[in-house]
């Protein structure tokens, strides 16, 4: 049954300050019966900030039959519609690893760090997967420092020749890029300082990088140092935290988990601190805390560490209720905080983990769940908003080890979504497979949740139902998501998303703005999908759906999607159709990614998946006969195709062409002042747009150059009338890499960068 009070809504009013959105969970499709994930505070999840769809994120995962975790792996996944749905890209190719991190090269490419045992001894190996998406990962080797607990961050700028930096229980170590993997010398974290795998690495803007850990040998002090050279050396590592001594010879101190990253060039550290012996035992019956320090708050160090939440006193104002925990490893009431950034640089957010008072229980021994606790700042750290739980009430199952990503984007309109991987498992406790109760299968959530923030911020509400064609049966999974194409840069986006519920339904907000969006109905990828991509009213050619406007509220907006079939399916499905999706403009073609390729037999369809970065895509497991396939995508042309398969391999390549034009001079619209926009694609192979305004007659001059700073192209020389401009740019002679484009006036010069993928 429709949601009806949203009927009688016409435009919700948020008020001034901060309220929090919906929260999505969403399965990636990830399990284990292995340790979960319980180093200190990693990194699993990173999103790319110069191309926000791509959400990375990895997994140590061992099948359920591996009782001896001999299988256990390193999972990479993708998603590239903010996370709204994912994609197991491929393993690493070497069993026997756990404990993985994850960090972006600047041209988007993910590294990723993780330990192996060879023999007896713990070793860490990285590896690189060149062409995102495509998960053909080449060994960056082992690190000059051996050691284990990899923690790693990588570099901002291209310039500093793609620098990956890899932080380990030894000490710290760099490689030049993936081309040149060799590692640096060495260089130890000072022993008087009792360096351990309790740490955290990062990378400022200007080239800093920074490293925070809680020390062996001073218990409970926490340790922050820099370096100014790209990791040739450290300054002097300065103590932030300083262990707190109480009057029973206890003490306050930091456990466990630890987590930095940079805002701008400004440090943020967040630690869980606790009721600790001598010995450092956890005293678990006593409450605990989450602590933040940065170089920008008030006070001399160490005492400008300040409480983000606590739970030993109820008048604080983000008191988390204190529950005992009784779980394996080093867990307390709330522990394990991550710490990310925004797009708007005032905007800071820190996930944790909140012992629940749910128990679970079974002979004489008794665990409590957990659960995920996020808190915002909106002032660069200086004051954090009261926490939100964000797992759902009546699922009672143990959420733990939250990672957010360093970066997250923020929208116009004051929008600020977080993205987060934790851990969900029917039986508490710090270890899946625990000796007390058995194992479980644990399974990887990615979660997506947001604030809004600004004054009177109006938002607009589209609700529907989902069903099945065939028979009106209701859905209950995958996502709807509102599109709309941006004439401006001729790009899809991805405005807005809901889950569909138990029941069918939907529900999306907008920020009222006056767009045509397109509405279309999405599965879930796991285990297998049991519908295609359904355009609202019920259509696969997003020609033939209907828009709505975003800035109205809209009712019964219904879509009939149609169901996937297994029935052409034989007992000899070794057969494969693939090919290549290509846009033709300018009767130039180039890969057009994230297009539905849809395949039927008959008048059933029967599969369908999206071309990836280089527009490749592929059926397999089919049976031969005659199918038809269809390759789409918003704003070109919708092409279908008919082949008889009856090769082991067929290849049946696209040519799609824009319908709905990229932005282009209009004699009625002035821009207000000058632009350089990001080329899209980006990366490309081997045709990109470039678009800019000049708000008056100007003489332009666009050029192209290489990381040397050689020109390598000009793309114009010449005066301009005011307007909005466009221009392709071809890299047909150009090796691939990382290339500059740079717009000069009498008045306005700006540089951005590009990426040419062959």
Not at 314 to 333: Q, V
Request: aromatic share 12%; hydrophobic share 30%.
């Amino acid at each position: 049954m429709k949601k009806v009070f949203l009927l009688l809504i016409l435009l919700i009013k948020l008020t001034t300050g901060v309220s929090y959105s919906q929260t999505t969970f969403i399965p990636t499709g990830a399990t284990t019966i292995y340790d979960m994930q319980s180093m200190a505070t990693p990194s699993h999840i990173v999103q790319d900030r110069n191309n926000p769809d791509y959400i990375h994120a990895v997994y140590m995962s061992s099948p359920y039959y591996d009782t001896t975790f001999t299988e256990r792996t390193v999972k990479y996944l993708l998603s590239t519609d903010r996370g709204l749905t994912w994609h197991l890209v491929n393993n690493i190719p070497l069993y026997g690893t756990d404990f993985p991190v994850i960090s972006l090269l600047s041209t988007g490419v993910p590294v990723i760090s993780l330990n192996f045992t060879q023999g007896n001894v713990r070793k860490i190996i990285s590896y690189v997967d060149v062409f995102p998406g495509l998960g053909c990962f080449i060994s960056l080797g082992t690190p000059s420092c051996g050691g284990a607990f990899p923690v790693m961050t990588t570099s901002n700028h291209i310039t500093q020749n793609n620098k990956f930096h890899i932080l380990t229980s030894s000490g710290f170590t760099s490689a030049l890029s993936v081309t040149n993997p060799s590692y640096t010398p060495c260089v130890p974290i000072p022993d008087i300082f009792g360096f351990s795998n309790r740490s955290s690495i990062a990378k400022s803007n200007d080239g800093r990088i920074g490293i925070a850990f809680i020390s062996d040998l001073s218990p409970g002090d926490v340790f922050f140092m820099e370096s100014e050279d790209n990791g040739e050396s450290f300054g002097s590592a300065q103590k932030i935290f300083d262990a707190l001594f109480d009057t029973d010879k206890s003490f306050i101190g930091a456990l466990k988990g630890i987590s930095l990253v940079y805002n701008n060039n400004t440090p943020h550290i967040v630690f869980d601190v606790g009721k600790l012996d001598a010995t450092e035992k956890i005293y678990k019956e006593k409450p605990g805390g989450i602590m933040h320090w940065s170089s920008s708050l008030l006070g001399n160090d160490p005492g400008k560490c300040k409480y983000i939440a606590r739970n030993d006193s109820n008048s604080y104002t983000n008191y988390i209720p204190f529950y005992k925990n009784y779980g394996r490893d080093e867990l307390t009431s709330i522990c394990r905080p991550s710490i990310g950034t925004f797009s708007d640089s005032s905007f800071l957010a820190v996930v944790f983990m909140g012992t629940s008072p749910n128990l679970k229980i079974n002979g004489s021994d008794t665990l409590r769940y957990n659960n995920i606790y996020i808190s915002y700042s909106d002032d660069k750290g200086f004051s954090w908003k009261k926490s939100k739980k964000l797992n759902p009430d009546g699922i009672l199952k143990d959420w733990t080890y939250p990672s957010i990503s360093p970066f997250n984007y923020s929208t116009p309109g004051g929008y600020y979504y977080a993205n987060i991987t934790c851990t969900g498992d029917s039986i508490p406790g710090s270890f899946v497979n625990n000796p007390n109760f058995g194992k479980s299968l644990a399974e990887q959530q990615y979660i997506k949740t947001g604030i809004y923030t600004d004054t009177q911020t109006e938002i607009s509400t589209t609700i529907g139902t989902v069903s099945y064609y065939d028979n009106a049966q209701l859905v209950t999974n995958g996502v709807v998501k509102a599109l709309r194409f941006d004439e401006s840069t001729g790009q899809v986006l991805l405005t807005s998303s809901a889950p569909i519920d138990e029941n069918g339904n939907y529900e999306i907000n907008f920020t009222a703005q006056n767009y045509p969006h397109y509405i279309v109905a999405y599965p879930n990828s796991e285990p297998e999908t049991d519908f295609v991509p359904t355009y609202y009213p019920s259509t696969v050619n997003w020609q033939n759906a209907e828009t709505i406007n975003s800035a109205n509220n809209n009712s019964n907006i219904d879509i009939k999607v149609f169901r996937n079939s297994s029935s052409s399916r034989g007992n000899n499905d070794r057969y494969s159709i693939s090919g290549v999706i290509n846009k033709k403009h300018n009767n130039l073609l180039s890969p057009l990614n994230e297009s539905y390729v849809y395949l039927k037999s008959g008048n059933s369809f029967i599969k369908f998946i999206e071309s990836n970065v280089n527009g490749n895509y592929c059926f397999s497991a089919l049976a031969g006969g005659k199918y038809k396939i269809i390759a789409s995508k918003l704003g070109y042309s919708t092409i279908e195709n008919t082949v008889n398969v009856n090769n082991e391999r067929s290849i049946v390549n696209f040519e799609l062409i824009p319908i709905l034009k990229k932005f282009e001079p209009k004699s009625n619209i002035t821009p207000e002042k000058y632009a350089l926009y990001q080329n899209y694609p980006n990366p490309f192979n081997p045709v990109t747009n470039i678009k800019f305004d000049i708000p008056k007659a100007s003489y332009v001059k666009i050029n192209v150059y290489n990381v040397l700073g050689k020109e390598v192209s000009l793309l114009m020389s010449e005066n301009k009338p005011a307007g909005r401009y466009s221009i392709d740019f071809d890299a047909s002679s150009l090796t691939s890499g990382v290339y500059f484009y740079k717009i000069e006036t009498a008045d306005f010069a700006e540089t951005k960068r590009m990426v040419v993928l062959k």
